[in-house]
């Protein structure tokens, strides 16, 4: 009996909560109908599909390796990115390039994205600015863990 008690304070504390905001949002919107300022804004709903939020600056969503000229990626292969990473999301492994110029070059450079944080440490540890987070692009939800395994040709691409 007490336990159920207990049970209908829970639910008539969260029915409150619920009502003032309502109210509190409608207060604030019909402020706005009657062009009387206020301090702050009531919730603003956004109708996602059809609009969407302008990203912030500094906001980092997917990667991305930078290219040189002729098309090969900018990574060097040096694994501060992998070393700097705290989720250890990201796995490069190297080659011998034909180039006397470049030493090496990644043949496979994978970001695990389903145990990425989204930190940024990899790209700020890269000292050839191979890898960036500025694609802008925030809908990467897959079906399947494995989709979310990004390797060279995604990264480029």
């Known amino acids: 009996m007490i336990k159920a008690l207990g049970y209908f304070i829970e639910i008539i504390r969260g029915s409150i909560i619920t009502i003032r905001h309502f109210v509190v949002n409608m207060h604030f919107h019909i402020m706005k109908v009657l062009r009387i300022k206020t301090k702050r804004k ?5 109708q996602y599909p059809e609009e969407r939020r302008e990203i912030a600056s500094r906001h980092r969503s ?3 390796l930078m290219t040189r ?3 090969k990626p900018r990574c060097v292969v040096c694994m501060l990115c992998a070393t700097a990473c705290p ?3 990201i796995y490069v492994e190297a ?9 090496k070059t990644p043949a496979k450079f994978i970001i695990d994205l389903s145990r990425c944080c989204f ?3 990899g790209v700020e540890a890269c000292p050839e600015d191979a890898i960036r987070m500025d694609t802008a692009e925030i809908e990467f939800a897959e079906y399947t863990r ?3 395994i990004y390797d060279l040709d ?3 691409g």
């Not at 080659?95 to 030493?103: H, K, S, V």
Request: hydrophobic share 30%; net charge negative.
């Open 87 to 89: 989720s250890e999301c």
């Open 95 to 103: 080659e011998e390039d034909p180039d006397p110029e470049i030493q």
């Open 42 to 46: 009531g919730a603003v709903t956004i």
């Open 62 to 64: 997917l990667h991305r």
């Open 69 to 71: 000229e002729d098309g």
């Open 146 to 148: 494995e989709d979310l």
């Open 119 to 121: 930190c940024g440490f």
């Open 154 to 156: 995604k990264l480029i």
